[in-house]
């Protein structure tokens, strides 16, 4: 039975190695999620980075980014993908981890993929917009997206990127969407597309959208604290999700890590409830 299992790793919010965005260990918490997948005996067919990759879009963290990809992800011998957020710098990306020259500035190409696996088409979209907090596809990228959903044959398509289309529910933050959502919906509804993946959310979502399953994932990062009543308060905390294809049909499940230190239970032994 052909299965494919996306690791999908979200909002890394990485900055200079010492340095701490939010006060919180953005590399570290890298390095715990790569430990728990390793422990969770995971086995990815690919490794999606849906975005936020760095936290200011500077050039020293893009170079944490490569080096901790390089030590942690890697080794799982598994293409890693990665499309960038609102917190990103598309020239300093390009620059730093693909080792592009020196691209004109201007030239603002979005950053996509495709990769065919055995019984799912993965599409990679880039829905950075330079100078906004909300996302943007722009016509261009849908045109070639409707295209790369035509090709997939056979096989359902999961999309990744990092903008929610849906808002995010609770914590009532300010949601900052995915502009041309409406036009996204449109090509997506046109195609077999078993999931759409995003990120952005540092809170897990799930929703009924356009025929499929939308679903934000937990941030690497930190996560937003859901008794916030003011919206984008932070709490410490790491995750990634796991969406796993099997028969077409995609399982998306989120982990969330309990803190370092703090003892697990047994539900079959303990007393408590
Ligand atoms: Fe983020």
């Not at 390095?31 to 980075?49: E, N, Q, T, Y």
């Not at 901790?68 to 730093?96: I, K």
């Not at 930190?222 to 008794?227: C, I």
Request: glycine residues 8%; charged residues 25%.
């Amino acid at each position: 039975m052909a299965e494919s299992i996306i690791v999908q790793l979200s909002d890394l919010h990485l900055a200079a190695p010492g340095e701490l965005p939010y006060g919180t260990d953005t590399a570290g918490n890298l390095r715990r999620v790569a430990k728990a997948l390793w422990a969770m005996d995971v086995r990815p067919s690919a490794i999606v980075l849906s975005g936020d990759l760095s936290d200011r879009g500077d050039a020293a963290s893009y170079e944490q980014l490569r080096d901790l990809v390089a030590e942690e992800l890697d080794p799982f011998g598994c293409p890693v993908l990665a499309v960038l957020g609102n917190h990103d710098d598309r020239l300093q990306f390009r620059r730093t981890v693909l080792g592009e020259e020196a691209p004109a500035e201007g030239v603002d190409e979005p950053f996509t993929h495709v990769l065919d696996l055995d019984d799912v088409r993965l599409v990679l979209c880039d829905s950075h917009w330079r100078g906004h907090v909300e996302g943007l596809l722009g016509e261009a990228q849908l045109a070639w997206l409707d295209e790369q959903l035509a090709g997939a044959g056979e096989r359902p398509s999961v999309i990744v990127v990092h903008h929610l289309s849906v808002p995010r529910g609770v914590p009532r933050a300010d949601d900052y969407l995915l502009e041309d959502r409406a036009d996204f919906a449109e090509v997506v509804a046109r195609h077999r597309v078993a999931a759409v993946l995003c990120g952005h959310s540092h809170v897990t979502t799930a929703a009924a959208w356009a025929g499929t399953l939308h679903a934000a994932a937990p941030a690497v990062a930190f996560q937003l604290d859901p008794s916030a009543r003011t919206g984008g308060r932070g709490y410490e905390g790491t995750g990634f999700a796991i969406c796993t294809m099997r028969d077409g049909l995609a399982v998306v499940n989120a982990h969330l890590l309990p803190d370092p230190g703090r003892e697990l239970f047994d539900r079959r032994t303990s007393a408590r409830p």
